[in-house]
């Protein structure tokens, strides 16, 4: 059913991040925005009415994550990107039984909705059990089985199998649309190039999205640079870069590679404390925002991380911004809080969330405002409330969390799923993986 949202503060993200005070947001009932502004100039409305304190803002967008990932955290902490993953990640994962993805992603799920994460963009085995995972949550996701070439896999298979489960069920289906369907090619090197051409056309003949990883480290990608001049360039000779594409991590990339995912309109996810705790290094991220490219922020799996906290994420990326640049202006928290918003819908190619505007799915996160963080108030100009919101909450004071309207987290849990029996699922997996 329709209803009202009341708070003291809400924050629409839109391009210029506006600040609210007393403002008004209304759901229709199929679970989107009708209206969101002061509470002066809205409409007339006999919905019911939540009054919430605090802060109201949209939910936020974790553009790259591996969230089953929850049962690997801790594993290979120390080991740079391609020990890690061939020496811990992918034995491991070997083991891995479809009722194992299901466990891991509902626990990953919770997590990230505890935190204010209302879609995440997903590369993982065993999608079905993802998107039923994701549907008991009440969360949303972009998912896509990941396309890779091992012993024991066959990308060709992989790539049929993306494609026909969207003609089955379309891009996106469940309550609310809550499932976006993809196609998840690992990446240049984990792939042969003809492999990257049919994903391309597969995904171009459906409209999907892309999500590759691409560029994260120094040493990945040596044979594929050798060949073609560097992964951008071999993505573009494929014809991958003409559709919706995300390009995950893209830390090591050229002023002509920027240059090239500008022109295409590649989205990128920015994984800051993933690229930080593996030492993969630190992404152009002031010079890809200058070309004008959608970025959004990842925390990547919870394995690299090892947390699926969005919020440290937005700090992580302003804090490396300005060290690399030597710039304090780099980013400031306005910009930050749209990456994680705003930015990550564009990179992900979606306009139906990541803002609360008329017409987008009222996914939303009420924001508690009696802690330290906020001691001296809300009644503070909007630039040090808005500082108060990134640098000193949070996710520490994340309350509510609404999916298409729907109330997915109250006072700090599900309404849905029982959290400890969750965690204790995920326990008896992670067992079998050690």
């Given amino acids: 059913m329709s209803s009202r949202f009341t708070a003291p503060v809400v924050l629409p993200c839109d391009p210029a991040c506006s600040v609210v005070r007393d403002g008004v947001v209304d759901v229709d009932d199929d679970g ?12 007339m409305s006999a919905a019911p009415v939540t009054a919430l304190s605090g802060i ?3 939910g936020l ?28 990640i992918w034995p491991a994962e070997a083991k891995l039984r479809a009722e194992d993805v299901h466990a891991g992603m509902v626990l990953g799920s919770l997590e990230m909705l505890s935190h204010g994460v209302t879609t995440s963009a997903e590369m993982y ?18 998912l896509g089985g990941p396309i890779m070439d091992l012993p024991g896999l066959d990308w060709r298979a992989m790539i049929t199998a ?32 003809e492999a990257l051409r049919l994903t391309a056309e597969a995904a171009a003949a459906r409209g999907a999205l892309v999500q590759i990883h691409v560029a994260e480290a ?10 073609f001049g560097s992964v951008p360039r071999l993505l573009d000779e494929v014809g991958l870069l003409d559709g919706r594409v995300l390009a995950a991590h893209a830390v090591h990339l050229s002023d002509e590679d920027i240059a090239l995912f500008a022109a295409r309109g590649v989205g990128v996810a920015h994984c800051p404390g993933s690229n930080g705790k593996l030492a993969s290094g630190i992404a152009r991220l002031a010079d890809l925002r200058a070309a004008a490219i959608a970025v959004g922020l990842g925390t990547d799996g919870p394995a690299s991380n090892d947390d699926l906290d969005l919020w440290e994420e937005l700090q992580l990326a302003a804090m490396l911004a300005r060290l690399s640049t030597k710039d304090s202006t780099a980013l400031d928290a306005p910009a930050a809080l749209l990456l994680a918003t705003r ?21 939303m996160v009420h924001i508690e405002t009696d802690g330290f963080a906020f001691a001296t108030g809300l009644a503070v100009p909007d630039a040090q409330l808005l500082s108060n919101l990134v640098w000193a909450a949070g996710s520490r004071r994340v309350r509510d969390v609404w999916v298409a309207g729907e109330q997915v987290l109250a006072d700090g849990e599900s309404t849905r799923t029982d959290r400890r029996k969750a965690a204790e699922a995920a326990k008896e997996s992670a067992a079998r993986l050690r």
């Fill in 162 to 193: 993306t494609g026909r489960w969207i003609d089955a069920d379309g891009l996106r289906f469940g309550p609310g649309e809550r499932i976006e369907l993809s196609f998840a090619a690992h990446s240049a090197y984990m792939l042969p190039p």
């Fill in 343 to 363: 930015g990550g819908a564009a990179a992900l190619g979606r306009d139906d969330i990541g803002a609360l505007e008329a017409g987008r799915w009222a996914d």
């Fill in 61 to 88: 967008v974790n553009a790259h994550a591996h969230s089953p990932m929850t049962l690997l955290r801790g594993m290979g902490g120390d080991l740079p990107l391609l020990r890690w993953l061939n020496e811990i």
């Fill in 218 to 227: 120094a040493d990945e990608d040596q044979k594929q640079r050798v060949e």
């Fill in 56 to 58: 109201l803002l949209p």
């Fill in 32 to 43: 989107r925005i009708g209206y969101c502004g002061p509470a002066e100039a809205a409409p």
């Fill in 125 to 142: 085995f065993h999608p079905e059990e993802m998107a039923e995972a994701v549907l008991t949550t009440g969360a949303r996701v972009v």
